[in-house]
């Protein structure tokens, strides 16, 4: 035996090393954290139940429940209303960050973070393509004011609930819904400033993305009709934000049989018009997900919000062979033939300007359908396609569940606020009711949750488990204090919060959180002092990681989109991390009293 370390510190040692190892090598969390507390198990650190305990933890079952909450909003549109609304009409960089600050900050108090960065991300490439601004500007704000203002409530950050199971297993007070809020809302808006600042100047510009975003891409025909009731009607072209749309153009309107062409941006939209559009796929399913505009091409496209559930789009190129080639769209039967509804037509090289319907199919035309769940499996190697393949995100938004989701989120967050609610049950509660409103089906409630996540915070508490019982968290702790007892309670804490924020950047946060909260119970022992300071600093150098893209996994679904590289991150993100850092050293103990 190595002189003061027992056979369970080595053990421990050994698995914390290749844990961390597998971690920055970038292999998979869950497995890893699987394989650290099997290992630990079967060299009897811990015992079964202390190994796997973690997958009954409060914590972790709240982040499964909202998963599910996520989903439904964004199945019924909750989500992407907000979203359509969350620039407006700003039109300049500046004024898009600081609309960013206001609206992002406070929502994330009760949005998780992660699925709205998700959502946001296609709204803002949107915006900088329209804007011709490059999305590298705003797209690392994003991600960083999302988790700035996720440390200010409980359900901002899946590590804050990490936290909080830990607090109930350890037999400490858990945190309520917005106690972190007193340091971690000063911190957001000092975050904030900087980025509107010192950190706007730091920020890349590629400019090459902006020309990547206007590449000539597939250009298909497509004819909307304005049904009654739509939220268009009445509205003119440029208030209705069909001017600008990117990769999308309004050609002409059929009214009553006059076709009026060019539009005029001051035009007012009629129920039953025609409006005739040649774009991309992206953005003719923004425009299918527009409550009252549907495809006018095929009579036989399903409205209903309810059989449109079983249906998606979907894209194939017509063989010579084809029985459609000759045909026009109105004349074929896709409906009897392929359990299908044309919505727009593509043909190479050539800018269509016929009404759909009356488009005389060509071997190589593409063709954009409405299809059901298997047409894909079932045509693939047809004779009458080339090509088939399904189209992404292109399932139909329940807006007709729309009313009852945001009634349940506002219930479950009402319950939260209150104080009087148990987190866990009532996370459990509204995602239960989203399943009873028909809000989000079975099927795709289970899709929604992130297992790998899961498994991975599960197994986590076994780690942070032997940590504590091998004393190797009492052995490090021990000689964290032995370096800053001469400098008060204080020092221990900038101590804890600056390895914490390390050991962040190189691994996901919720790893760093769970492996850090031994290390700071075993010092507030050591120092006999109050714990809450010490458990609030990990809890927000857990979040608080800017300097790398691993660091995050909101900073990762940036990262491709915004054109980044490494140095970016370093170069806006380690200011930021050392401004948090003074900020929540000089804070926690004026809250949270040693």
């Not at 497509?222 to 001017?243: F, H, Y």
């Not at 022992?525 to 660091?551: C, H, K, Q, W």
């Not at 170069?571 to 009293?593: T, Y």
Request: glycine content about 8%.
């Amino acid at each position: 035996m190595v002189a003061g370390l027992t056979y369970e510190m080595l053990v421990t040692l050994a698995v914390l090393a290749a844990l961390l190892y597998g971690l920055m090598r970038d292999l998979p969390t869950d497995v890893m954290f699987i394989s650290a507390v099997v290992l630990l198990a079967s060299f009897g650190v811990i015992n079964p139940e202390e190994a796997f305990g973690g997958f009954g933890n409060a914590g972790m079952l709240t982040v499964a429940a909202m998963f599910v909450v996520a989903a439904a909003l964004r199945e019924t549109g909750v989500m992407e209303f907000l979203g359509d609304r969350f620039l407006g009409h700003v039109e300049t960089e500046s004024k898009a960050l600081l609309t960013m600050a206001v609206v992002l900050i406070p929502s994330a108090m009760v949005l998780n973070n992660t699925p709205k960065v998700a959502l946001l991300v296609p709204v803002l490439i949107a915006w900088c393509r329209k804007r011709r601004i490059s999305p590298s500007r705003l797209l690392m704000p994003l991600s960083f004011l999302s988790i700035l203002g996720g440390t200010c409530s409980l359900i901002g950050t899946s590590t804050n609930l990490v936290v909080q199971g830990l607090l109930i297993k350890s037999g400490l007070r858990p945190m309520s819904m917005f106690e972190i809020a007193w340091v971690g809302l000063p911190c957001a808006v000092l975050g904030a400033v900087y980025l509107l600042t010192i950190g706007r100047r730091l920020l890349p510009d590629r400019k090459d993305l902006i020309e990547q975003l206007e590449e000539s891409r597939r250009e298909y025909l497509v004819e909307m009709l304005v049904q009654p009731g739509c939220r268009l009607v009445d509205k003119s072209i440029g208030a209705a934000g069909l001017r600008h749309l990117p990769g999308l153009f309004l050609i002409e309107i059929d009214r009553d049989g006059e076709v009026i062409g060019p539009v005029e941006p001051e035009m007012t939209i009629r129920a039953n018009d025609r409006l005739v559009f040649t774009g991309i796929v992206g953005t003719i399913i923004d425009l299918e997900k527009i409550p009252g505009l549907v495809p006018a091409a095929d009579a036989r496209y399903e409205v209903s919000p309810v059989k449109q559930r079983g249906r998606m789009l979907c894209e194939t190129v017509i063989s010579p062979s084809s029985p459609l080639v000759g045909q026009t769209v109105r004349e074929a039967d896709f409906r009897a033939l392929y359990d299908a509804a044309v919505v727009a037509v593509h043909r190479n090289g050539a800018r269509l300007t016929n009404k759909v319907g009356d488009i005389e199919l060509h071997a190589g035309d593409t063709l954009l359908l409405q299809v059901g769940a298997d047409f894909a499996r079932a045509y693939r190697n047809s004779p009458d396609f080339y090509l088939v393949s399904d189209v992404e995100d292109s399932r139909p938004v329940r807006y007709d569940r729309a009313w009852p989701a945001a009634i349940v989120f506002v219930a479950m967050i009402s319950a939260f606020v209150s104080g009087k609610a148990d987190i866990m049950l009532t996370a459990f509660l509204a995602a239960g009711a989203m399943l009873a409103c028909r809000c989000i089906s079975p099927a795709d409630a289970r899709k929604s949750i992130d297992w790998p996540v899961l498994l991975a915070i599960g197994a986590s508490f076994g780690v942070g488990r032997a940590l504590e019982v091998s004393g190797v968290a009492k052995l490090f702790a021990h000689q964290l204090v032995l370096l800053t007892q001469p400098l008060g309670p204080t020092a221990t804490l900038a101590g804890i919060y600056f390895c914490t924020m390390v050991l962040n950047e190189l691994i996901s946060n919720n790893a760093a959180a769970a492996l850090a909260f031994p290390f700071c119970l075993e010092s507030a022992r050591l120092m006999d002092v109050n714990e809450r300071p010490f458990v609030m600093a990990v809890t927000l150098a857990a979040s608080y990681a800017f300097a790398s893209p691993i660091g995050y996994q909101t900073h990762m679904m940036v990262f491709g989109p915004g054109g980044y590289r490494f140095a970016d991150f370093v170069r806006v993100g380690v200011p930021l991390n050392l401004l948090m850092m003074v900020a929540a050293v000089i804070l926690i103990p004026m809250i949270w009293p040693f």
